[in-house]
């Protein structure tokens, strides 16, 4: 057995059945010429000669006794695959938006707990004769560096799929653990949390102490600059139902970061820029576009280099998307610096952020919070912290193959939550930036995300046609380090 951290189980703690808290992705495959299989079978054949390579695929939640502190992982020798393993077939015509509308509502609906968290689905009817690939995992066993390294596990980089020798089956003897075990366990646990806490607590105090004038500077800023004041009230931040809509847009990688490298921004910055563009003309047209500017809450990695495991080592920073500047290369330069300062504030503080602290019913503390938060409708009336989610994940660069199976798209399926009805995620693969839009239908229904898609079209053909004036040359040198670094990042290692 293996304790979940405390960000891993606030995964956990914090899903209720308005907001399901699994990750996904729809893959878009295309069979290899004159198949005549059953690939669907060929799915199923492939996954269950490799769940044992990935821990989050055979292991599954169990709690605490008297939810007295954070569940933990327990081996699952009994995996159906089956159940895990679905097939669906598109209505005629089997268009793109009937595969959005489908993947919508596969993704509202929780993962069944008493099992190992994670469900495939082969879509089939397209009529582009592509096949559609749904899957989804329990953000409490991965984050999105977590789910790069999952995929090099999964597929394949040839049409010809690896083959793996099975493990050795093993009785396990009882098929779940004792109350004993369970609450020593615990114990052993929180005394090392603690400890680990202690340790850390003088180096958090010299940086806590440094942070302070940066505090003061942030929260009494007026310049359109990173703040602490709440962001303003939109159309996204309301409290939000279980019913998810979704939809999809790709950019040629390397046009963003010939973009990025024309105006000395990085391509994280561009990706901000295309969404705050999009965003402004968006609530604009519907009378909902604040004098303040909207902020975004952007996951940072706390992850090591070189640190595959499978949890979650993820925090969350805000950028100011600068959507008051109606000058789209002066909005672009507010992104950057917004970028810039929180990168900076995260630096200062990224050692001594804990993703593991003891805290005796944190289980029950937690789902009573989240319950009551989405029940009471308190996130339409608490000023919010961010209006909406963005995030950008550097995804591998090389084809890769499901079954045998051409990958052609990667587009991630992300987590809306109460206050902030849209997720926009972007994961780049094989030389394109997938865009995947979800949102609460109640907020933002099907017809909405089409709309805001085509406004994000649009701010992105704006930013190409910027002719920048002078470029700082140290802004141009950072931003093409930086690129180098994403790069760097997204090859498969």
């Known amino acids: 057995m293996e304790h979940l951290s405390s960000l891993d189980a606030s995964f956990v703690h914090l899903e209720t059945p308005e907001t399901p808290m699994h990750v996904a ?23 269950a000669n490799r769940i044992h390579l990935a821990r989050v695929m055979h292991r599954k939640l169990a709690p605490m006794p008297f939810e007295l502190g954070d569940p933990v992982w327990i081996e699952d020798d009994d995996i159906d695959i089956d159940y895990h393993v679905r097939h669906v077939l598109l209505p005629q015509p089997g268009t793109m938006e009937q595969l959005e509308a489908l993947t919508a509502r596969l993704h509202s609906s ?17 009529e582009s004769g592509q096949i559609g690939y749904y899957n989804k995992i329990h953000h409490a066993g991965i984050d999105g560096k977590a789910g790069t390294e999952l995929a090099q596990v999964l597929y394949d980089t040839t049409p010809e799929p690896r083959i793996y020798e099975p493990p050795v089956r093993r009785q396990t003897g009882s098929y779940q653990l004792g109350i004993t075990e369970m609450i020593e366990a615990g114990i052993r646990n929180a005394a090392t949390q603690y400890a680990k806490l202690a340790q850390m607590w003088p180096k958090a105090a ?36 279980n019913q998810r809509s979704f939809a999809t847009m790709r950019i040629p990688l390397a046009d963003m970061k010939e973009v990025a490298k024309r105006n000395g921004a990085t391509l994280n910055d561009i990706v901000m820029a295309v969404c705050a563009g999009g965003l402004r003309k968006f609530l604009s ?9 909207l902020q975004a809450a952007v996951p940072a990695s706390l992850r090591e280099p070189g640190d595959k495991s499978m949890n979650n080592q993820v925090t969350m920073v805000r950028i100011n998307l600068a959507t008051d500047i109606a000058d789209p290369a002066k909005r672009l330069d507010a992104i950057r610096n917004s970028s810039q300062e929180s990168k900076d504030t995260l630096g200062q503080v990224k050692g001594i952020i804990m993703t593991d602290l003891p805290m005796v019913g944190s289980p029950w503390i937690m789902s009573s919070f989240a319950m009551l938060y989405g029940r009471s409708n308190l996130a339409d009336r608490v000023p919010p912290f961010s209006n909406v989610v963005i995030s950008n994940v550097p995804g591998p660069q090389k084809t ?21 009805a849209l997720n926009i995620t972007v994961q ?36 190409e046609t910027l002719v920048p004036n002078e470029v700082d040359p140290a802004a141009a040198n950072a931003a093409m380090r930086a690129a180098g670094e994403s790069a760097a990042a997204a090859r498969p290692h």
């Open 25 to 47: 992705s729809l893959l878009l495959l295309e069979l290899p010429e004159n198949y005549k299989g059953n690939f669907y079978e060929e799915v199923k054949k492939l996954l």
């Open 110 to 126: 929780a993962l069944d707990r008493s099992r190992p968290l994670w469900e495939v689905y082969v879509i089939e009817g397209l």
């Open 206 to 241: 010299e940086v806590m102490g440094g942070l302070a004038n940066t505090a003061t500077r942030l929260a009494d800023r007026s310049d359109g600059g990173t703040n602490l004041r709440p962001a303003p009230r939109t159309l996204f931040n309301v409290g939000i139902t």
């Open 285 to 293: 047209v519907r009378n909902n576009l604040s004098d303040e500017a």
């Open 400 to 420: 890769l193959y499901v079954a045998g199976a051409k990958m052609v798209s990667y587009y991630p399926v992300s987590i809306p939550y109460h206050g902030n």
């Open 428 to 463: 780049s693969y094989a030389g394109s930036m997938d865009f995947g839009l979800t949102a609460c239908r109640r907020a933002m229904p099907q017809s909405e995300l089409y709309a805001l898609i085509k406004d994000l079209k649009a701010a992105y053909a704006e930013l």
